[in-house]
């Protein structure tokens, strides 16, 4: 009787530890599927307003009932933790490897049957018919089309404490400067352009200033977005401010000339403001308000620009839905939501490539037709011959990020430099100042005035992003 006590103690101690084993083991295996690629898929196939995702999304489910379940579930957890491709990207929430881990019991409770989760299903079909695939006795396929309110899903994991606001991240790393700026092919069609005379050329450019003044709609949409950005942590420059600053610091000249010489050199009025207001990415906007029957809609294209290169660096186009009291701000506010998102990982993507590899810019050297010398005249460098036009280009190998530039071309009288890769900051006086174009063609002119050189330079710049040095006399 006594040896039958024992087995069964024992046998009762055995069962318990392997039920809580597996217990253990369950907790841990469904918080790997919250991210596992083979228990689900999910990829976006559309967007709605205000941050909603639409996901179709696939599961694996031993009955009908369950995957119905499962599926508006997973769709959640794949906004969290996996994010989702196709017709938009949609980026993982935690970006935190071990998060699923770090806050098991948050999870666990989050994705409880008729849990917190179901607050951000904005919107769930009926699985179609078409979507059920039976694979085996014990196990079927389903799809179906789940509407995820991502906004609102993120600020409850940032309110939380599972992520950080997107204010907390922006204040640890550095984000670009935005500034919204009417596109030149929505100031021609509206007739907000001036001419100026480049170099007794006469060019036409966009008019910002009487845009701004004479375009309500304009100035309304443009606020829009400075407040979508200013939300997002980005810091954001008024092109209005911008533009009356430029107005009292008279700033907007026509050309520059040298002291003795009289060579001059033109800027457009869009270039010096793009200098005086030193954002890092331009937002190109253009949009129109349209008809349909009683209701209005737009259609707009936003790209984002290099301010230094006007390269594009990030694109979108869209067309918002059709309303009868919506006004252009609003209308442009929920066209622009759906697409936000991948359009500022492109954007992200590229100032990151800056902060690693230098901010790209153009730089040419010239020769005053008065100047003693001209880049084929040779001086000894430690005790090595060189010509200057060699010089330069040693100077540029040392002070270039990881010496990233391109001599485009070059003779006796210029040298052409294109994408010069230039840091972001410089220390001075043991502080961290900011770098730009002008900054760094004055550090080159600062090498030359020394010996054995000792030549006199001037410094133009032509916009942000380029700037000559001229040799000869300042």
């Known amino acids: 009787m006594t040896n039958q006590?024992?087995?069964?103690?024992?046998?009762?101690?055995?069962?318990?530890?392997?039920?809580?084993?597996?217990?253990?083991?369950?907790?841990r295996d469904g918080r790997k599927l919250y991210k596992s690629s083979y228990n689900f898929e999910a990829t976006c196939v559309a967007t709605g307003v205000e941050g909603v995702k639409i996901l179709m999304v696939w599961v694996e489910e031993k009955d009908l009932k369950t995957a119905k379940v499962e599926v508006e579930k997973d769709a959640v957890a794949a906004c969290i933790f996996k994010g989702a491709k196709g017709y938009d990207e949609v980026p993982p929430i935690v970006t935190d490897l071990n998060a699923d881990e770090k806050y098991?019991?948050?999870?666990?409770?989050?994705?409880?049957?008729?849990?917190?989760?179901?607050?951000?299903?904005?919107?769930?079909?009926?699985?179609d018919p078409g979507n059920i695939i039976k694979k085996s006795?014990?196990?079927?396929?389903?799809?179906?089309?789940?509407?995820?309110?991502?906004?609102?899903?993120?600020?409850?994991?940032?309110?939380?404490?599972?992520?950080?606001?997107?204010?907390?991240?922006?204040?640890?790393?550095?984000?670009?400067?935005?500034?919204?700026?009417?596109s030149d092919i929505f100031c021609n069609k509206n007739g907000y352009t001036m001419e100026f005379d480049d170099m007794g050329t006469v060019k036409t450019v966009s008019d910002y200033k009487k845009a701004m003044q004479n375009d309500e709609a304009l100035r309304l949409v443009i606020a829009k977005i400075q407040e979508m950005y200013a939300t997002r942590g980005y810091p954001v420059k008024d092109l209005e401010q911008e533009l009356k600053n430029l107005e009292q610091e008279s700033a907007e000249l026509a050309m520059l000339?040298?002291?003795?010489?009289?060579?001059?050199?033109?800027?457009?009025?869009?270039?010096?403001?793009?200098?005086?207001?030193?954002?890092?990415?331009?937002?190109?906007?253009?949009?129109?308000v349209k008809m349909q029957g009683p209701k209005k809609y737009i259609t707009f294209n936003l790209r984002g620009l290099d301010a230094y290169t006007s390269k594009v660096i990030s694109s979108t186009a869209g067309t918002g839905e059709p309303s009868l009291t919506a006004q252009p701000e609003l209308l442009?506010?929920?066209?622009?939501?759906?697409y936000i998102d991948k359009f500022n990982v492109q954007i992200m993507s590229h100032f990151e490539d800056i902060i690693e590899n230098g901010r790209e810019v153009e730089i040419m050297v010239r020769i005053w037709?008065?100047?003693?010398?001209?880049?084929?005249?040779?001086?000894?460098?430690?005790?090595?011959?060189?010509?200057?036009?060699?010089?330069?280009?040693?100077?540029?190998?040392?002070?270039?990020?990881?010496?990233?530039?391109?001599?485009?071309?070059?003779?006796?009288?210029?040298?052409?430099?294109?994408?010069?890769?230039?840091?972001?900051?410089?220390?001075?006086?043991?502080?961290?100042?900011?770098?730009?174009?002008?900054?760094?063609?004055?550090?080159?002119?600062?090498?030359l005035r020394k010996d054995p050189f000792s030549l006199e330079c001037k410094i133009y710049q032509r916009g942000l992003g380029e700037a000559w040095l001229i040799i000869g006399e300042k």
């Open 332 to 338: 442009l506010e929920e066209a622009v939501l759906a």
């Open 137 to 182: 006795k014990n196990l079927v396929r389903v799809g179906a089309k789940i509407a995820v309110d991502y906004d609102a899903l993120r600020k409850q994991l940032e309110n939380d404490g599972i992520i950080q606001s997107m204010k907390e991240v922006a204040s640890e790393i550095k984000m670009p400067t935005i500034m919204i700026i009417p």
């Open 369 to 447: 037709d008065t100047a003693p010398v001209d880049l084929e005249e040779f001086y000894d460098v430690d005790g090595e011959e060189l010509e200057l036009l060699e010089v330069i280009d040693f100077w540029m190998e040392d002070n270039t990020v990881n010496g990233m530039f391109s001599n485009a071309d070059n003779s006796e009288n210029f040298i052409k430099y294109e994408q010069v890769r230039i840091p972001l900051t410089y220390e001075r006086s043991g502080r961290v100042r900011d770098m730009d174009t002008r900054r760094f063609v004055s550090n080159l002119r600062s090498y």
């Open 104 to 127: 098991a019991d948050y999870f666990e409770d989050f994705f409880e049957t008729g849990g917190k989760y179901l607050k951000f299903i904005a919107a769930s079909t009926e699985v």
């Open 5 to 27: 006590i024992k087995l069964l103690s024992i046998l009762l101690i055995s069962f318990l530890f392997i039920h809580a084993t597996s217990n253990a083991q369950t907790r």
């Open 257 to 288: 000339s040298s002291k003795s010489w009289g060579a001059m050199v033109a800027e457009s009025p869009v270039d010096i403001l793009k200098r005086t207001a030193k954002a890092d990415i331009l937002l190109d906007l253009d949009f129109s």
